[in-house]
């Protein structure tokens, strides 16, 4: 095994950031040696797993309250770069979009996506070196020594960190490289699990578990309602999830033990057209018991604790029973189930991390203010956006970006 490798420019991670940044690179500036450092066993592990094993390239809807975290400039970035799906059309790759404006490979297969990435490496003689787990860097008189746990060395220029956060730790991303940086006195926000399911005490969705629900979750703070998400929402022994909920979960960092989540069960009605259609339903429904009262309006299974958590009657007594004051108790509890949030999903199932470096350490080349040969893309940042697309296409266009400055300040060199 060689033991010291030499080169231009190192990115450190094989990921969907990283390879991009490679290629940029080399198409920047094709004299440049440039090489991948991947610490597993292949490059792209995260890319085959993203969008349900179909890949969701990016969103045609795109905005920049889509992104949330420190960096001001991320919407600059994306519009700077070149659009994603003419950037995979130019590696054989052709695109379609859903309703929703996600955009997958046509192949619906992630496999194709990276197999055309790794393509385009090859082609471009771009190494991957994998297995490399790089535990220090040191600065040089020449640029950096990348050292990594197995005793081999990258001895490069410049230096394009795409490893990542914390999420997904099977994949790749389990945190070491922020901590690297850390221990080198680079600032990072405050670190979340995000894109993932959110906690709550088992004993408030008791019942609920496998329960799927269409409906508007708003994230509560005290009196504030601080965002909205409309979608399939779905309930776990101790945790709400949906994409509408992993949309909200970034709020955690910063609420943390003060958030809620309300959930509209029946959005397309108001409280009082609610409360009238309940009305209705009493009335063809007088001799059924209370236990039966939603059903037709609800799977079992949520229709019994709805009227659990709403009724001090039990659910045996006959429904001839309820008063109106009662169906308008019904109404709300349908419109603002609320559940305290207690905590925020495990790494392992977080697509994404919130936190990062933070944006006072980088200027707007993503290049690192105090050590001007350090670069940065991808989710290793302080950015993180909804479930849909927009993570990946952070990952393609901060990795362009990073590429293409990186190359440029030694391309301007030579």
């Known amino acids: ?73 991320v919407m600059d970035i994306i519009k700077k770069t070149k659009n994603t799906e003419e950037f995979f059309r130019s590696l054989g790759v052709l695109c379609s979009a859903d309703e929703e404006g996600r955009v997958y490979p046509y192949s619906k297969s992630a496999a194709s996506v990276l197999s055309a990435l790794r393509l385009k490496l090859k082609s471009l ?8 787990k790089a535990d220090n860097i040191d600065k040089t008189k020449s640029g950096y020594t990348i050292k990594a746990e197995d005793g081999r060395i990258i001895k490069c220029r410049r230096i394009i960190a795409a490893c990542g956060g914390y999420a997904s730790p099977a994949n790749g991303t389990d945190g070491a490289a922020l901590k690297m940086f850390r221990e080198m006195g680079i600032k990072t926000a405050k670190i979340c699990p995000a894109v993932a399911p959110l906690r709550v005490d088992p004993a408030s969705v008791k019942g609920l578990k496998g329960v799927r629900v269409h409906g508007k979750v708003s994230a509560v703070s005290g009196d504030r309602v601080l965002k909205t998400e409309e979608g399939e929402i779905q309930f776990t022994e101790n945790s709400i999830s949906g994409i509408c909920v992993f949309d909200l979960a970034y ?7 003060k958030l809620s989540v309300k959930a509209d069960l029946m959005p397309e009605y108001s409280e009082k057209q609610l409360s009238d259609i309940l009305k209705e339903i009493k009335s063809g429904r007088n001799e059924c018991t209370l236990e039966e009262f939603l059903n037709g309006l609800f799977v079992k299974n949520l229709a019994v604790f709805i009227m659990k958590r709403t009724l001090n009657l039990p659910l045996t007594e006959p429904v001839s029973k309820l008063k109106n004051k009662d ?27 919130a936190g990062g470096i933070h944006a006072g350490e980088i200027d707007v080349s993503l290049c690192l203010k105090k050590e001007k040969g350090i670069y ?7 950015t993180d956006g909804k479930c849909g697309g927009y993570n990946l296409e952070w990952a393609w266009s901060s990795g362009m970006w990073a590429g293409r400055n990186c190359a440029l300040s030694l391309h301007d060199l030579t």
């Open 1 to 73: 095994m060689e033991n010291v490798i030499t080169a231009d420019i190192a990115v450190i991670g094989g990921g969907a950031a990283g390879i991009t940044a490679a290629i940029e690179a080399k198409q920047t500036a094709p004299s440049l040696n440039v090489i991948i450092a991947e610490r597993l066993d292949r490059t792209g592990k995260k890319i085959l797993v993203t969008g349900s094993g179909r890949c969701n390239l990016t969103n045609r809807n795109i905005s920049g309250g889509d992104y949330h975290g420190s960096l001001p400039f």
């Open 125 to 132: 003689d771009i190494p991957e070196i994998c297995g490399f």
């Open 251 to 257: 709020l955690f960092s910063e609420y943390e033990g």
């Open 327 to 353: 169906l308008s108790k019904i109404a709300e509890t349908i419109k603002n189930l609320s559940f305290k949030i207690t905590g925020c999903s495990s790494w392992q199932n977080a697509q994404v991390t």
């Open 376 to 382: 940065f893309a991808g989710e290793i940042l302080d």
